[in-house]
């Protein structure tokens, strides 16, 4: 196996986050001599966190500039470290930081990138890589002959490396970053009670278009679905999904489920989670949804309709009853707990 470079960012904290230690484990299962290149704003702590990694260099870029995602600083890091390493394959996480800067990097280095690599392996001695296209539904390995050779790799697809730490000697490569022209003044995000998209959640809880439906009694309960929904998030964590058909009624302003963005759309034209299980609730799992689900190991739905999609086969076990009535009561067995 060809000599490997490893980039990997630490966070706001200056840890090393899941997905770096995950694609450390990528790294060393593929084999090969594994070079470590890490940016952050420290990097001696983080580089002790792997020392017993095995890791044969272990290469830094620290400073105050680098503490920050920022492309032009971040791109620049990266360049460095690809240049000291001098390997052809290049691994990282993809996360957000990484995917937008590596792509700049690929170009300037005459390399080449893939994203969304869900697994490596050797294959004749040469890398290949796998990815999944057209929304999941054709599983590709592919090698390239083109070097250097970036690879993104799908968080959740191996375990985190949590192997010993130690002291470990970071050989430190200057870059010329130039003063930055843009300042990361601050960060807005949701509180955490109103953050609903959890991907490392156990659970997968899917709302669909049912919710907003006339029931049985002839009267929509809006309301009420809102209540049971955002009570089981917040006693299980659970990460919330939704259909298209539920999301697009609250993107056009309907008083629906105001928590609810396109943002939480699984499916063809959403988002493709890894949970290892999944609760879909009053969504029929028409296959533009379930091909959302591609990952999620384990499917359980709860519909009225005896002969909706999640029944034909797309389910593990399909619950043909009121969802209303069963979060109620799951609800209630949780409050006990
Ligand atoms: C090009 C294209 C791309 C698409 N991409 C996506 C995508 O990414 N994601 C996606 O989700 N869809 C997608 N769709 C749409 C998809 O085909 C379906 O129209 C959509 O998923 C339906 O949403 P739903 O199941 O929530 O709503 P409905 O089809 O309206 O189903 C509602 C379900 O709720 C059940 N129900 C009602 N009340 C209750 C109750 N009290 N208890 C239990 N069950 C109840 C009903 O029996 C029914 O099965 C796409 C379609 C196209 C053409």
Known sequence: MEPILLLMHTGADGTLGKAALESLSAALALGGQVTVGLVGGQVQAAAGRIAGAGAVRMLGVAGAEFAEPRYATDAAAAEALCRAAGAGLVLAAGTS?????????????????????????????????????????????????????????DPRCWPAWSGPGGTATVELVDVAAGAPRTRVTGIRAPQ?????????????????????????????????????????????????????????LSGEGQAVLPFMTHMNQVGQTGSTPRHPKGLSTCCHGEEPHV?????????????????????????????????????????EILRGR
């Not at 998209?197 to 309301?223: C, E, S, Y």
């Open 291 to 331: 091909v959302g689900w591609r990952f999620v190991m384990e499917r359980r739905a709860i519909n009225l309709d005896a002969n909706c999609v999640w029944a034909r086969g797309k389910a593990d076990v399909v619950y043909v009853s009121d969802a209303f009535e069963v979060m109620r009561k799951l609800n």
């Open 192 to 248: 955490t009670d109103q953050q609903t998209i959890r991907p490392d959640a156990k659970l997968l809880f899917v709302a669909g278009a049912g919710w907003t439906k006339k029931q049985a009694d002839g009267a929509v309960h809006g309301v009420e679905a809102a209540s049971l929904i955002l009570d089981f998030l917040g006693k299980t964590q659970a990460s919330l999904g939704g259909s298209k058909s539920l999301v697009d």
């Open 97 to 153: 930081r990484w995917a937008r800067a590596l792509p700049g990097v690929a170009y300037r280095l005459n390399g080449r990138i893939d994203t969304h690599a869900t697994a490596l392996e050797e294959t004749n001695s040469v890398p290949a890589v796998t990815r999944w296209y057209y929304r999941q539904r054709i599983e590709a390995v592919l090698t390239r002959s083109q070097r250097p050779w970036f690879v993104l790799l």
